[in-house]
């Protein structure tokens, strides 16, 4: 079964400069999340999409990101215009939910992400 | 304010010994937690987990141990192996349906010298 798959792997660009990245999730995953993570860190949640509409964007500084998820499918994030803190992996996940004793639990299944640089 | 805290961050284990990774959290809202692991330039890769209903689960060399009174979850390998040299996430989980929320510790590295 194929994975989650990103593009592109590495993006450097200069500070104000606009970046786009890319995200396939697995075939049949409703449920789609964008994370920053920077080094050092966990993983911080930037949006989480259920099929094709927003379940949880707190965390998006909209004054420069943006994502959509077209068709409750593939994805795209966008940072325009990009400042030198952006600089992270981004790394998108698409999971699978699956019932418990009653209880819905979630795997998360990770692409490789997005070492972005902005300089 | 970290609501899932590893505490450790880094881990230097000799080949064979156990590893024992570390993670409190302080949301007693958590019903189910999960070890993520992570090698450079690559995503995260799920481990285990565990449910709030459960105090261990195992599987093969990895497992883990669940205490609710005190918090506090551990991973432990054994024996550990070069190849489990990597970053260890611990993440809690909360909500139902669309309310999930998935909450992460900042990772332990693990360091297994041949």
Known sequence: EAGVAQSPRYKIIEKRQSVAFWCNPISGHATLYWYQQILGQGPKLLIQFQNNGVVDDSQLPKDRFSAERLKGVDSTLKIQPAKLEDSAVYLCASSLVFLEKDRVREKLFFGSGTQLSVL | ???????????????????????????????????????????????????????????????????????????????????????????????????RKLIWGLGTSLAVNP
Not at chain 2, 42 to 62: A, H, Q, V, Y
Request: aromatic share 12%; proline share 5%; glycine share 6%.
């Open chain 2, 1 to 99: 304010d970290q609501q899932v805290k590893q505490n450790s961050p880094s881990l230097s284990v000799q080949e064979g010994r156990i590893s024992i990774l570390n993670c409190d959290y302080t949301n007693s809202m958590f019903d189910y937690f999960l070890w993520y692991k992570k090698y450079p330039a690559e995503g995260p890769t799920f481990l285990i987990s565990i449910s709030s209903i459960k105090d261990k689960n195992e599987d093969g060399r990895f497992t883990v141990f669940l205490n609710k009174s005190a918090k506090h979850l551990s991973l432990h390998i054994v024996p550990s192996q070069p190849g489990d040299s990597a970053v260890y996430f611990c993440a809690a989980s909360t909500g139902a349906g669309n309310n």
